[in-house]
């Protein structure tokens, strides 16, 4: 609002008049404003803006009428003491270089807003990118930046609620899978396969890996299961291990040692208890993930060989 009310000033093209006059005539104005506990001289010089828009004691204001500004942009504004702002305005050149670099960061979040999350996979990275930009260009009205900075979380937000969406949608893929698998192999008479070792695609999401966990120990109690999951599939990223062994098996198979002999090609770290466990890696290769599925088999495997 004080960028507005300035900018307007400006615009009315109103005349600047300054006088030099006693102290105490000058304190005795209608409307006068000055800078609590400044020392004034004795005369003092004061400026005053149309008729009644402003009259203050100034020895700093070289301009005939309002329009030589051109323009005003406030570019910054900060806590000087409780209840006490300061704020930092240009004019001139200098505000409608920061005018044009607004508009330019404003085309920009214009069309982030228009952007589809369904075809924009990476969206909230965009706008957190757009964010940063925004952050960084420091000579930008701070009233824009306020506005764009809302907008921008606006479709952060949107991207969010989009890929939660997204996840639920395929947790409950998940789901519907991972029961039909074991019924299946309930049905085949697969009883004595006490270890399944699966890729699940529910992103590195914790509390979705408890939904699958919950299902296992509902169809299959008696079986040492783990869950591997991408965050991004096929992006090289971030992993999710998972484990979840009964009570019959856990003197051969400890979850948490399970998960981090699963994680430790690809550098991760886990822990957890001997019944349940769950860890991470940052980074993840196709080759590394095949592999860590292989090595997670393969360790559970050969753990209840050497108990039995």
Known sequence: QVEEICQQVVQDDLEITAQVMPLN????????????GEVYPDPVRVVQIGTDTSIEFCGGTHMSRTSEAQQFVLVEETAVAKGVRRITAVTGDVAAQAQAAGQAQQAKI????SWDPNETPDLDKKAGGLRKELDDDAFLSAPLKAELRARIDAIQKKAVEYKKQQLAGRVDRVLNELEAKIIEEQANNDSDNKVMVLPVDIGADSKASQKVIKLVQKLAPGMAFMGISEEEEGSGGKVLAFALVPDALVESIKADAWVRKALEGCGGRGGGKPNSAQGQAKECTAEQLEQLIKDAAAFAETALLQES
């Open 25 to 36: 005539e000058a304190q005795a104005l209608d409307g006068v404003r000055a800078v609590f």
């Open 110 to 113: 214009e069309e982030a807003e």
